[in-house]
């Protein structure tokens, strides 16, 4: 729903922020300050310890990798 949808985008800002502000704006897995990206472990867990800051280079080849 587009409530739902709302909720998600405003705790993914606080998430953002949250991580923006902790680690100084860097990726986790190559300290890149570029194109950064939340990551989610468990995609219905919204909460910090859940969330992993990465580039989306990264994200993308490291992460979820495609076959």
């Not at 923006?20 to 472990?41: A, P, Q, R, W, Y």
């Amino acid at each position: 729903s587009t409530e739902r949808r709302k909720e998600q985008q405003k705790i993914r800002r606080f998430t953002y922020k949250y991580y923006k502000d902790k680690l100084g704006v860097k990726c986790e897995l190559c300290g890149s300050t570029e194109n950064l990206e939340i990551h989610h472990k468990n995609y219905s867990d919204f909460s910090k310890e859940n969330c992993q800051l990465v580039c989306r280079n990264c994200h993308r080849k490291r992460i979820h990798t495609f076959k």
